[in-house]
């Protein structure tokens, strides 16, 4: 009979064993769920990043892309403005001190200057926006370079 009482106090002591072993395995299993959920979060975070950076750099190189073919269109525009302009100055000098050409000449040099001061204009707001593209890109390939770090 004390045999038997010791081998079942055995097997009931092996039984608590097992069962705090098993309650310690189970609160492990739940601490490494409860940190791969976290880093399945933290992986989608990166990931929604990831995206928003590559459409923030998509858009600015297409606003890029725009601003080269503004700068095409005001190049085009100021050839022929300095081409107008050589002929005016061209045309200035032959012209003979008359009061009737005399006024024709001054208006074409007024909208030569407001043109040029449109182009002027122009060119300091492209320059601008060319900047803060420059450092739109910088800061996008920076934040890419960051997250890729993160991963």
């Known amino acids: 009979y004390e045999e038997r009482h010791r081998s079942l106090d055995q097997r009931e002591r092996a039984l608590v064993q097992l069962e ?10 739940d601490r490494r769920h409860k940190e791969l959920e976290t880093l399945l979060r933290e992986k989608e975070e990166v990931e929604r990043q990831r995206l928003d950076l590559q459409s923030r750099e998509a858009e600015v190189e297409e606003r890029s892309k725009a601003l080269e073919e503004r700068q095409a269109a005001l190049d085009g525009e100021s050839s022929r403005l300095q081409a107008g302009l ?18 024709r000449v001054e208006a074409q040099e007024v909208a030569v200057g407001e043109m040029e001061a449109r182009l002027r204009v ?3 707001e492209m320059e601008s926006e060319r900047r803060q593209l420059a450092q739109e890109r910088d800061s996008a390939r920076s934040q890419v370079l960051d997250n890729a770090g993160m991963l």
């Open 122 to 124: 122009l060119a300091e």
């Open 20 to 29: 705090q072993e098993a309650a310690s395995q189970r609160e492990d299993l």
């Open 86 to 103: 050589v002929d005016v100055q061209h045309g200035l000098s032959r012209l003979e001190v008359v009061e009737e050409r005399e006024q």
